[in-house]
């Protein structure tokens, strides 16, 4: 399971490079239509086509993976603050399994319109050109996947903390009786 464990985190990482990637060429694209449309009256033709039907939906999707590897959407202890590392591990566990249902129907169907779309080769109608946009519905089934391989890898590892105390990838975490 380390070498799962190992493979995910790095497609995740990928997702994230991507969706860096994209914030990158975006921040270029808005900066210079900014630029030329203020500087020169010429601006970039088709920004506001390409951020909302590219950059800002791989930006949101692509990095799904890696937020949840490094452990980034939000979590509340309220309740269990006090609850011992096992215990935790369980209600990660169950939470892991939940959320992967929801991604994995979520991947599921839109990656279903994702086909659908590519076989029409669906397009946006812009002022001087047909925008293809196809591509970008691939972002969100990609994205939930990638998120989704993760959970696999939380979930196995909140088991094992749960069964025996002991992290199975970070070996240095045991059994903390609160």
């Known amino acids: 399971?380390?070498?799962f464990e190992k493979v995910a985190g790095w497609l995740c990482i990928a997702g994230g490079i991507l969706g860096g990637l994209a914030m990158f060429a975006m921040m270029v694209q808005v900066g210079l239509d900014v630029t030329l449309k203020y500087l020169f009256n010429q601006p970039v033709r088709y920004t506001l086509?390409?951020?909302?039907?590219y950059y800002m939906v791989a930006?949101?999707?692509?990095?799904?993976?890696l937020v949840t590897r490094d452990g980034g959407h939000v979590i509340v202890?309220?309740?269990?603050?006090?609850f011992k590392t096992t215990t935790i591990a369980l209600?990660?566990?169950i939470g892991g399994i939940l959320a992967l249902a929801y991604v994995t129907t979520m991947s599921y169907r839109s990656f279903e319109v994702a086909m659908k779309k590519?076989?029409?080769?669906?397009?946006?109608?812009?002022a001087t050109l047909d925008l293809q946009v196809w591509p970008a519905r691939w972002f969100l089934p990609i994205g939930c996947?990638?998120?989704?391989?993760?959970?696999?890898?939380l979930i196995w590892r909140n088991l094992v903390i749960y069964r025996t105390g002991r992290d199975p990838i970070n070996s240095d975490v045991t059994e903390s009786a609160v």
Do not use: C, H, N, Q
Not at 77 to 82: Q, S
Not at 145 to 153: F, N, P
């Open 91 to 93: 209600i990660d566990a």
């Open 49 to 53: 086509e390409m951020v909302s039907s």
């Open 77 to 82: 202890e309220l309740f269990t603050a006090g």
């Open 118 to 126: 590519t076989a029409i080769r669906e397009s946006w109608e812009a």
């Open 145 to 153: 996947a990638l998120m989704g391989l993760y959970l696999i890898v």
């Open 59 to 65: 930006l949101v999707f692509l990095p799904l993976g």
């Open 1 to 3: 399971m380390k070498v």
